[in-house]
Each structure stands twice: as structure tokens, then as C-alpha cells.
């Protein structure tokens, strides 16, 4: 099976502007979650969203938001963007029986200047 | 709240030693979940190594294994034979159980592989 992927890879934005970000679970995968990964903050969790819903939601602002396909692809949205947003996301799926398990995909580096 | 400590920042290791990285958490859960990640410097989160609270027999898995130890809240992953390709951040994560996903990280602990 193919892993979980995250597009784009990189990405450079303006402060104010907003920006985008994909990931596509691995087949069979209907939780995706997200995570921001800062060297001050570490790895914090952003949301989780099963079945085109939003189970749970970090301690983020409401410029931080995603939604879910029915595809189970998923994506978040960042608006106006702030310096202290350049970070590592991460998005991670899991199969809704069994471990917990979390597959994390490559993640994106978005830098805000 | 749950919570997860990394006590290590940073370890190093000789080429086919053992080290061992700890954690703590806090929890007033009996049941859940807990995982070590690994983080090379590609940044690909890859999973290391599970551990069910309700399991008393500590999780192996080649030449990874953990001491859990539930009533001292403490899950450490012990690493044998190390190899250059383990360098890398190695990050404790507990599991919010129900209905969620989520998972509370460590700080990690960056370790190096010295030849």
C-alpha cells in the first residue's frame, strides 16, 4: 500500500496571505489527523476528521481549519498568516478498528515571511 | 491532562551498544495506548513500537523493545545493537482514548549513533 502522502512539500507564504494543505490517507484509512511541529512547541495536534467530520480540535486559533472528502482526503486551510505559523505539518492516518496506530505522512514545511 | 515527558534531551550511543530513552506520562486512564516514533532527519514520522496499558508483557520488536511500567507511569524504549541508521528524534506518544485520535507527544530525544 502506498503511504500516506502530503502535497505540496513546501512552501513559502507572506504574512496576511492564506494557504492550503493536502494529504491523502492510506487506502483503507478514514481518520486523518494533523499536527503542527515547531522547535518551540514540539508537536501539537491540531484536528482529527472521520468520515468527513471533525472528532476533535487542538488548542489552535479559528484561522486553523480542515475539512475531509469523502474520499477520506483531507485538507487544512491556514488563514492569515503569521510568522509564528512557519512550521513541520504533519498529517497522519489511522484505520478505524484495531491499535490506534497513526501513519504519518512526509509532512509540509511552510515558512511565513 | 494527560502529559508526556522526555527527560533526555539528547543521547548518544556507540555503534552496537544498548541505549535506553525515557518517558513519562500522566494519565488517569487505565486504558490506552502508547507508542514511540522515530524521526530521522527526513522528517518521515515512522512508528517504532506499541505498547496496550492493558498488556503486562513489554511490546518487542526486533531490536526495539520497551519497560512499561504502569503503576510508575513510565514507558522507556531500549534499543540494541544500535546501528548508524537509528540516529535520529525519538519522540513518547500517549494515545486519548474514546472516540478521538489523538496523540500527546514528548519533546523527544535526538540521538546520535557515534561509529
Known amino acids: 500500500k502506498a503511504g500516506v502522502t502530503q502535497t505540496p512539500r513546501y512552501l513559502i507564504k507572506t504574512r496576511g496571505q492564506q494557504v492550503t494543505l493536502s494529504c491523502s490517507p492510506i487506502?483503507?484509512?478514514?481518520?486523518v489527523s494533523w499536527y503542527q511541529q515547531t522547535p518551540g512547541q514540539g508537536l501539537q495536534f491540531l484536528f482529527e476528521?472521520?468520515?468527513?467530520?471533525?472528532?476533535n480540535k487542538g488548542n489552535f486559533p479559528g484561522r486553523f481549519s480542515g475539512r475531509q472528502f469523502s474520499n477520506s482526503r483531507s485538507e487544512m486551510n491556514v488563514s492569515t498568516l503569521e510568522l509564528g505559523d512557519s512550521a513541520l505539518y504533519l498529517c497522519?492516518?489511522?484505520?478505524?478498528?484495531?491499535?490506534?496506530?497513526?501513519?504519518f505522512g512526509p509532512g509540509t514545511r511552510l515558512t511565513v515571511t | 491532562a494527560q502529559t508526556v515527558t522526555q527527560s533526555q534531551p539528547e543521547m548518544s550511543v556507540q555503534e552496537a551498544e544498548t541505549v535506553t530513552l525515557s518517558c513519562t506520562y500522566d494519565?488517569?486512564?487505565?486504558?490506552?495506548?502508547l507508542f514511540w516514533y522515530k524521526q530521522p532527519p527526513s522528517r518521515q514520522m515512522i512508528l517504532v513500537i506499541r505498547?496496550?496499558?492493558?498488556?503486562?508483557q513489554n511490546a518487542t520488536e526486533n531490536r526495539f523493545s520497551v519497560n512499561f511500567q504502569k503503576a510508575a507511569k513510565s514507558f522507556s524504549l531500549k534499543i540494541s545493537d544500535s546501528q548508524l541508521g537509528d540516529a535520529a528524534m525519538y519522540f513518547c506518544?500517549?494515545?486519548?482514548?474514546?472516540?478521538?485520535?489523538?496523540?500527546?507527544f514528548g519533546t523527544g530525544t535526538l540521538l546520535a549513533v557515534q561509529p
Open positions: 497522519a492516518s489511522r484505520t478505524t478498528s484495531g491499535t490506534y496506530e497513526q501513519y
Open positions: 487506502s483503507g484509512h478514514r481518520s
Open positions: 476528521y472521520f468520515s468527513e467530520t471533525q472528532r
Open positions: 494519565t488517569s486512564e487505565s486504558d490506552y495506548y
Open positions: 505498547q496496550e496499558a492493558y498488556k503486562q
Open positions: 506518544a500517549y494515545h486519548v482514548g474514546g472516540a478521538t485520535n489523538k496523540l500527546i
